[in-house]
């Protein structure tokens, strides 16, 4: 009987947990999921070695109010931007054919990732339901800085920002409600 218990709670701690934590998918599976149900695509380009990645990973996107954002709004990737994974994007199949696997550390730079002009880590890059590239967003963020981006991609805002002032005006009057 007190077997279980104790499973029983481990096992409703272990579905809690889960239920925090971003659907992560391939770029292949989001691209899919587009072809079924349009929405947009949250990529985090990432690599391995990146100090501030992890961070991103650790403080970011394990908050509530980014997960369930994240979760609602968007297809969310998570790419190795110096990884060895196949993508067909746009009719093309993007790979690493330059890895490699006995490097420690930088290794070189996945092809789709010089495609989006990936320049640092992390990289978020937006793509909107056609999965055409919206913008990318070089370096880490925390719940509170990334909450603008999502709202202002997630709610098409960014197609009325054309000038920086336009983005000024927008930043200063955005309200967030993120909690760290």
């Not at 992890?54 to 709004?73: A, E, G, I, L, P």
């Not at 790419?79 to 009719?91: I, L, R, S």
């Not at 009325?160 to 009057?173: H, I, M, P, V």
Request: with cysteine; aromatic share 14%; proline share 4%.
């Amino acid at each position: 009987m007190k077997f279980i218990i104790t499973s029983l709670l481990v096992l409703l701690a272990f579905t809690g947990i889960q239920a925090q934590e971003i659907k992560w998918m391939s770029m292949n599976e989001a691209l899919k999921a587009q072809e079924k149900q349009p929405k947009k695509i949250l990529m985090d380009a990432y690599t391995t070695w990146c100090g501030p990645c992890k961070m991103m990973d650790k403080n970011t996107f394990t908050n509530k109010d980014v997960v369930n954002y994240v979760n609602k709004h968007f297809y969310p990737v998570k790419f190795d931007a110096e990884g060895t994974e196949e993508v067909f994007y746009k009719d093309f199949k993007y790979t690493n054919p330059n890895y490699d696997p006995k490097r420690k550390g930088r290794n070189s730079q996945h092809f789709l990732a010089n495609a989006l002009k990936i320049s640092g880590y992390p990289s978020l890059v937006f793509f909107d339901e056609k999965s055409n590239v919206i913008a990318p967003i070089v370096g880490y963020r925390t719940p509170e800085q990334l909450e603008i981006f999502l709202k202002m991609i997630a709610n098409n805002d960014y197609k009325k920002l054309t000038s920086a002032d336009a983005w000024g005006k927008y930043e200063k009057e955005f309200k967030g409600t993120f909690k760290n």
